[in-house]
């Protein structure tokens, strides 16, 4: 009976275990899913956002926006004056999340700028600044992107983005016109994060250069 009671336990125990891998399976394939599909969203985004306006008062608009987006970007953020409230952080970070959702990126842009001088030590802000720098590619703001790219990797060096941050720096310097540079950082993605999609990514595309 003590045996039997053991394995009855034991079918249990391994019944809960792959309810378990089942449910860490369809987590990981909605979070690729829901990742790929943002990214889809803001490529569509991005051809729109990067046309011209040639109108005499549109031009100047626009490079208002990207000097005082420059500005912006420049600037270290602010120490917080605010304690750390994790509920709070996370209310502010997915209200910037949402306008990508809605493709609104210069009011986005405007959020994750204002996330980061706010709670420039939170634990979201690693991911802000990454998706700051989505945002301003999306915008077609070249340059805004590449400083965005670049201050995930100086400012937080051991996030999980930093990988996926250096390859998209490499993508806009490429865009740029910077070739010099964009070869040095993908062999930097290989060479510092192996294993990872950045650094798979990383070797298809210097095998194309």
Known sequence: MQLQQMQD??????????????????MKQENLERYQDLDR??????????TPDNSST?????AATGAAA?????????????????????????????????KDFDKASQAFNAFLRKYPNSQYAGNAQYWLGEVNLA???LQGASQAFAEVGQKYPKHSK???????????????????????????????????????????DLQKL
């Open 9 to 26: 336990q034991i079918s249990r125990q391994q019944g809960i275990i792959e309810e378990l891998q089942n449910d860490v399976s369809r």
């Open 41 to 50: 969203r803001i490529s569509s985004g991005a051809a729109s956002a990067a």
């Open 58 to 62: 549109g031009g100047a608009n626009n």
């Open 70 to 102: 420059g500005a912006s970007a420049a600037q270290p953020p602010a120490a917080s004056s605010e304690p750390g409230d994790p509920a709070k952080e996370k209310l502010y970070y997915d209200a910037a999340f949402d306008l990508i959702k809605q």
């Open 139 to 141: 915008k077609g703001d």
């Open 162 to 204: 930093v990988p996926d941050s250096l390859y998209k720096l490499a993508d806009v310097e490429r865009r740029m016109g910077h070739t010099d540079k964009v070869k040095g950082i993908l062999q930097q993605v290989i060479t510092q994060y192996p294993g990872t999609s950045a650094a798979q990514l990383a070797q298809r």
